[in-house]
C-alpha cells in the first residue's frame, strides 16, 4: 500500500509539472524568450511627446512584461542630452532623426531600433499668435521663427516649406528655445512663428488662440519621419536579443497605437501635461511597423541637400544587421 501511495504522488507531480509547464524536467519556462535575453532590463529616454505614446501604451498593456523585458521611461530635458547619455544613465532613446543623425556625423556610433513616427496632416506646424498679420508662409519676406534647434528637424522642414512658398532661406532668422517657452514668445511677439509638434501645438490653440500659419508636413515634406528610436553601437552590439525583443514589442505597440488613435490622445493626459479635451483635439500622424532604409534615407538626404550634414549619409548602416526594408 505505501509503494501504491508513492506511486500516486509521483504520478500526481509530473501531471502538475505538465499542467503548468515550470518542470525542470521537461526544460520549460514560463518566461517565453526572456532567458535568452543579454538582459531583461532596460531604461529609455523619452520626452513628452506624440511619438512616445506607443510605448506608454506597451506598458500599460504589460507588453513588454509579457515578453520578459521591464523597461523603464526616462523624462528626458532634449534630445541632445539624451543622446549623451546612452551608455550611462540610458539604454535607448527617443529623438527625431535629424538629432540622431547629426550625432552620427559628430561620431557618435549609434544604432537605430525602430522608427517612432511620421508626420500626418498638422501633426508639425509653424504657428503664430491670435493677433498675428502672419496667415500664409509667404506673407514675411524674413520672419522670425522660434525653433528647438537650429539644426533640428523643426529648422529643416521650415525652410524647405518656406522655399515653396518662395521665402529666401537666408532671410529667415530662427531663434532657438524649448518648447515649453514658445507660447510666450508668440505672445510677447518675440518671435513671429514657431515650429511645433503635437501636444504643443493644440496647447498653444486653446491657451492663447494661437493659428496655424502652415503645416510643415506638406510638399517635400509630406509624411515626413520624424522620428525614432537608438541605441549606441556598443550596447546594440552586446545586447542583440534584447534589442530584437524590445523591437518585436515595439511593432506590437505601434500596430495597437495606429488602429486605435484614440487611445494615443487618451495616453497623452498621463505624461504630456494635458487634459482630456486638449487631448481628443491632438492631430496624430503615422506609427510606423518597421525600420524601413529608403524612407529614413530620405530625411538624411534632406539634411545634406540642406547643408546640416557635411555629406551624405549611408542610413543602412545604422540599421540592425539583417533589415533591408
Given at each position: 500500500m505505501a509503494t501504491r501511495a508513492k506511486a500516486l504522488r509521483l504520478v500526481a507531480v509530473l501531471i502538475t509539472c505538465v499542467l503548468t509547464a515550470s518542470c525542470g524536467l521537461f526544460g520549460g519556462s514560463s518566461d517565453g524568450g526572456a532567458a535568452d535575453?543579454?538582459?531583461?532590463?532596460?531604461?529609455?529616454?523619452?520626452?513628452?511627446?506624440?511619438?512616445?505614446?506607443?510605448?506608454?501604451?506597451a506598458l500599460n498593456e504589460k507588453l513588454f512584461e509579457k515578453n520578459g523585458l521591464q523597461v523603464t521611461l526616462v523624462?528626458?530635458?532634449?534630445?541632445?542630452?539624451?543622446?549623451?547619455?546612452?551608455?550611462?544613465?540610458?539604454?535607448?532613446?527617443?529623438?527625431?532623426?535629424?538629432?540622431?543623425?547629426?550625432?552620427?556625423?559628430?561620431?557618435?556610433?549609434?544604432?537605430?531600433?525602430g522608427e517612432a513616427y511620421q508626420a500626418g496632416p498638422n501633426s508639425m506646424a509653424l504657428v503664430a499668435a491670435a493677433g498675428s498679420d502672419y496667415d500664409d508662409p509667404g506673407k514675411k519676406s524674413a520672419p522670425t521663427i522660434a525653433?528647438?534647434?537650429?539644426?533640428?528637424?523643426?529648422?529643416?522642414?521650415?525652410?524647405?516649406?518656406?522655399?515653396?512658398?518662395?521665402?529666401?532661406?537666408?532671410k529667415i532668422n530662427f531663434k532657438t528655445m524649448p518648447y515649453s517657452e514658445m507660447e510666450g514668445a508668440l505672445t510677447s511677439g518675440t518671435v513671429d512663428a514657431?515650429?511645433?509638434?503635437?501636444?504643443?501645438?493644440?496647447?498653444?490653440?486653446?491657451?492663447?488662440?494661437?493659428?496655424?500659419?502652415?503645416?510643415?508636413?506638406?510638399?517635400?515634406?509630406?509624411?515626413?519621419?520624424?522620428?525614432?528610436?537608438?541605441?549606441?553601437?556598443?550596447?546594440a552590439e552586446a545586447n542583440p536579443k534584447t534589442l530584437k525583443v524590445f523591437r518585436d514589442v515595439l511593432r506590437e505597440a505601434q500596430q495597437?497605437?495606429?488602429?486605435?488613435?484614440?487611445?494615443?490622445?487618451?495616453s497623452l493626459t498621463s505624461y504630456a501635461?494635458?487634459?482630456?479635451?486638449?487631448?481628443?483635439?491632438?492631430?496624430?500622424?503615422?506609427?510606423?511597423?518597421?525600420?524601413?532604409?529608403?524612407?529614413?534615407?530620405?530625411v538624411a538626404d534632406m539634411m545634406d541637400t540642406e547643408d546640416v550634414l557635411s555629406g551624405r549619409l549611408d542610413v543602412q548602416q545604422l540599421l540592425p544587421p539583417g533589415t533591408t526594408n
Open positions: 535575453m543579454e538582459r531583461n532590463v532596460i531604461r529609455i529616454g523619452v520626452l513628452p511627446v506624440v511619438d512616445v505614446a506607443p510605448l506608454r501604451i523624462p528626458q530635458p532634449s534630445e541632445d542630452e539624451a543622446i549623451k547619455q546612452l551608455d550611462s544613465t540610458l539604454d535607448l532613446t527617443w529623438a527625431t532623426h535629424v538629432n540622431f543623425f547629426r550625432a552620427v556625423a559628430s561620431g557618435t556610433e549609434l544604432q537605430l531600433q525653433v528647438p534647434s537650429k539644426d533640428d528637424v523643426g529648422a529643416l522642414t521650415t525652410r524647405a516649406v518656406l522655399d515653396t512658398a518662395a521665402v529666401e532661406k537666408q514657431a515650429f511645433m509638434i503635437e501636444p504643443f501645438i493644440t496647447k498653444a490653440q486653446r491657451k492663447i488662440g494661437a493659428k496655424i500659419v502652415t503645416d510643415t508636413a506638406r510638399g517635400p515634406t509630406l509624411d515626413f519621419p520624424m522620428s525614432g528610436y537608438a541605441s549606441s553601437k556598443k550596447f495597437r497605437a495606429q488602429a486605435n488613435k484614440l487611445s494615443v490622445q487618451d501635461d494635458i487634459d482630456q479635451p486638449t487631448a481628443a483635439l491632438v492631430s496624430v500622424g503615422t506609427f510606423p511597423l518597421s525600420l524601413n532604409p529608403i524612407r529614413l534615407q530620405r
